[in-house]
């Protein structure tokens, strides 16, 4: 079966800094119209950056549509066209003075496909060298660190909410899951 929706027309609602909100109508597959909101985002990359005594680099940061500070790993938009690779080794410098001599692509997010077309591109970044951060102006963080296993008992008991980190501390579980299985088969 065809599931495609196809695009009949298409309404700017907004054109803002960093979102675009549009409302199509769309042919379904049955043949019927319906209207699609879309908030398209140029997109945004995530880092899980780990020091040399397994510790997590995580950024507080107040949250104005949440209303409340939240930790984070370290994370920030693609300026459109942006390489993703470029633009994770920035955000990772600017938010933590960090530059990683290993860089591991995690895979990507989509955020919430209903209406959002963020594509988030998640790595792991290790063996760090330290300088100074350089947030955006308008971003006032506060560096912190915390052991890789303490973050994920957080995550799991829903203490960090935050998706991106979530599922970053989650894909690097994984994957060191199955590093140590592959270690154990071979000896």
Do not use: W
Request: proline fraction near 4%; hydrophobic fraction near 35%; include cysteine.
């Amino acid at each position: 079966m065809d599931l495609t929706e196809r695009q009949l027309s298409r309404e700017t609602i907004y054109e803002g800094k960093i979102l675009h909100i549009y409302r199509d109508d769309v042919l379904l597959p049955n043949g019927r119209t319906s209207v699609r909101e879309v908030a398209e985002h140029p997109g945004g990359v995530a880092i899980v950056a780990l020091d040399e005594n397994d510790n997590v680099l995580t950024v507080k940061q107040y949250r104005y549509v949440f209303s409340r500070v939240l930790e984070e790993i370290p994370a920030g938009k693609l300026e459109r066209g942006e390489d993703p690779d470029e633009a994770a080794l920035r955000e990772l410098k600017e938010e933590t003075g960090a530059t990683p001599k290993r860089m591991t692509n995690l895979g990507k997010l989509l955020v919430s496909p209903g209406c959002y077309s963020e594509v988030l591109h998640l790595y792991l970044a290790e063996g760090l060298t330290f300088g100074e951060q350089n947030p955006d102006e308008d971003e006032f963080l506060e560096l912190c660190r915390a052991p890789f296993s303490d973050m994920l008992a957080r995550v799991m008991r829903g203490e960090i909410e935050d998706a991106k980190t979530v599922c970053g501390i989650l894909k690097v579980h994984a994957l060191r899951t199955a590093q140590k299985e592959r270690q154990e088969k071979e000896n």
